[in-house]
């Protein structure tokens, strides 16, 4: 088992610090998210506002720290439901086998045919904007890549010899499922749920900055990156800081994702 990476201690870190800012917003963040001050309007970056102010008025880094609960709340539960989708229907796929595997992967390859954006977009639509409309359509074009990833293990694992004797001894398949293949697929789970989290997170994010994402009052990184795109010219510090948020988050659980992968799931690496 390999070390810890220092990019992967340091992404850590920055992502335990990132999520208490977003939990503890109320105490972090200087400014309410929701304050204006119109005689305050477009301030550069200075000591009283370290991100300075929108067009509003509103504290630039208040509302980053607020944007982070939204964008990291979308990214984290969206994917934790599209993974225990993904993961009963690939596992149940997988260990059955024969017809029922193929017509569930047939499923499977027809929803991971069609376009993500283009369904996102469409789901967003027909259910609306705010973070229901978005948590469900993100799962729905998400749990195809788990179902597949957890259905090629548990078709490996199935074939070990202590699922073999299992077997034999008249375990039934609940069992099997649970106790002799779910702990072997733990590794694999987790460092899958490092990687979509970010998909998650860009994918709100660019709905939100082409205006299908969090409503007003709310806010989340793209819808800040989107406010800040329409003042870029002569205010790119509006635009700037939200994306260097999404940047440096991904960044850091791609890292992050790198490191578990090396230390859960070595044949992976």
Not at 41 to 58: K, S, V
Not at 65 to 82: D, Q
Not at 178 to 190: F, K, Q, V
Not at 211 to 216: D, E, K, Q
């Given at each position: 088992m390999?070390?810890?990476?220092w990019?992967?201690?340091?992404?850590?870190s920055?992502?335990?610090?990132?999520?208490?800012?977003?939990?503890?917003?109320?105490?972090?963040?200087?400014y309410?998210?929701?304050?204006?001050?119109?005689?305050?309007?477009?301030?550069?970056p200075?000591?009283?506002?370290?991100?300075?102010?929108?067009?509003?008025?509103?504290?630039?880094?208040?509302?980053?720290?607020?944007?982070?609960?939204?964008?990291?709340?979308?990214?984290?539960?969206?994917?934790?439901?599209?993974?225990?989708?993904?993961?009963?229907?690939?596992?149940?796929?997988?260990?059955?086998?024969?017809?029922?595997?193929?017509?569930?992967?047939?499923?499977?390859?027809?929803?991971?045919?069609?376009?993500?954006?283009?369904?996102?977009?469409?789901?967003?639509?027909?259910?609306?904007?705010?973070?229901?409309?978005?948590?469900?359509?993100?799962?729905?074009?998400?749990?195809?890549?788990?179902?597949?990833?957890?259905?090629?293990?548990?078709?490996?694992?199935?074939?070990?010899?202590?699922?073999?004797?299992?077997?034999?001894?008249?375990?039934?398949?609940?069992?099997?499922?649970?106790?002799?293949?779910?702990?072997?697929?733990?590794?694999?789970?987790?460092?899958?749920?490092?990687?979509?989290?970010?998909?998650?997170?860009?994918?709100?994010?660019?709905?939100?900055?082409?205006?299908?994402?969090?409503?007003?009052?709310?806010?989340?990184?793209?819808?800040?990156?989107?406010?800040?795109?329409?003042?870029?010219?002569?205010?790119?510090?509006?635009?700037?800081?939200?994306?260097?948020?999404?940047?440096?988050?991904?960044?850091?659980?791609?890292?992050?994702?790198?490191?578990?992968?090396?230390?859960?799931?070595?044949?992976?690496?």
């Amino acid at each position: 088992m390999s070390r810890w990476s220092w990019q992967s201690r340091l992404s850590g870190s920055f992502l335990i610090l990132v999520a208490l800012a977003a939990v503890f917003a109320p105490w972090v963040a200087p400014y309410s998210f929701e304050t204006q001050n119109t005689f305050n309007a477009l301030a550069l970056p200075d000591p009283h506002h370290w991100m300075g102010t929108d067009r509003l008025g509103r504290d630039l880094f208040s509302r980053v720290i607020y944007g982070a609960r939204v964008s990291l709340s979308v990214g984290v539960f969206t994917t934790l439901f599209a993974m225990w989708i993904g993961t009963v229907y690939g596992a149940v796929s997988g260990y059955v086998g024969g017809r029922v595997d193929n017509v569930m992967m047939r499923i499977v390859d027809v929803v991971f045919a069609l376009p993500d954006l283009l369904m996102i977009i469409l789901i967003t639509v027909l259910l609306g904007r705010g973070a229901w409309g978005i948590f469900l359509a993100l799962t729905l074009v998400s749990w195809v890549t788990v179902a597949r990833l957890v259905r090629g293990e548990v078709l490996r694992i199935k074939e070990y010899t202590y699922v073999e004797a299992a077997r034999a001894l008249g375990a039934s398949h609940r069992r099997i499922l649970l106790r002799e293949i779910a702990p072997n697929l733990l590794g694999l789970l987790i460092v899958t749920l490092s990687f979509r989290i970010p998909v998650a997170i860009l994918a709100e994010s660019t709905l939100s900055f082409i205006g299908l994402g969090i409503s007003p009052p709310f806010s989340s990184w793209g819808t800040l990156a989107n406010d800040g795109w329409k003042a870029i010219k002569f205010y790119p510090h509006l635009i700037f800081f939200p994306s260097l948020a999404i940047f440096l988050t991904i960044l850091s659980f791609n890292f992050l994702g790198e490191g578990l992968r090396d230390r859960l799931d070595p044949k992976g690496g």
